[in-house]
């Protein structure tokens, strides 16, 4: 009932204001995480999951060649390396 009424309407927008937001970044996925979220997002199965992280893992065709996208990711660990943050 409400959304026909608004419906009817006409708006007009008087003003955009654009900010920025910083959130902080989730940490890293775990292989159980991983297989989580791809099963509740996406409705994956894990050996689904895990055979597109394996070819993420081994490489994927770009204009600079084949490169790997991701870390390894049959991992329970949430370290990072330190070079690895101060690329980042």
């Known amino acids: 009932?409400?959304?026909n009424e608004l419906e009817k309407e006409s708006y007009t927008?008087?003003?955009i204001v654009k900010k920025s937001k910083k959130s902080p970044t989730?940490?890293?996925f775990m292989t159980s995480t991983l297989q989580q979220s791809a099963s509740?997002?996406?409705?994956?199965?894990p050996t689904?999951?895990?055979?597109?992280a394996q070819k993420l893992y081994e490489g994927v065709a770009t204009?600079?060649?084949v490169m790997g996208?991701?870390?390894y990711m049959r991992t329970d660990s949430?370290?990072?390396a330190k070079e690895a943050l101060e690329e980042a």
């Open 63 to 65: 204009p600079q060649g």
């Open 69 to 71: 996208v991701i870390t």
């Open 40 to 45: 509740s997002l996406l409705g994956f199965s």
């Open 26 to 28: 989730p940490p890293p």
């Open 48 to 52: 689904k999951t895990m055979s597109i």
């Open 13 to 15: 927008i008087s003003s």
């Open 1 to 3: 009932e409400i959304k």
């Open 78 to 80: 949430l370290n990072i």
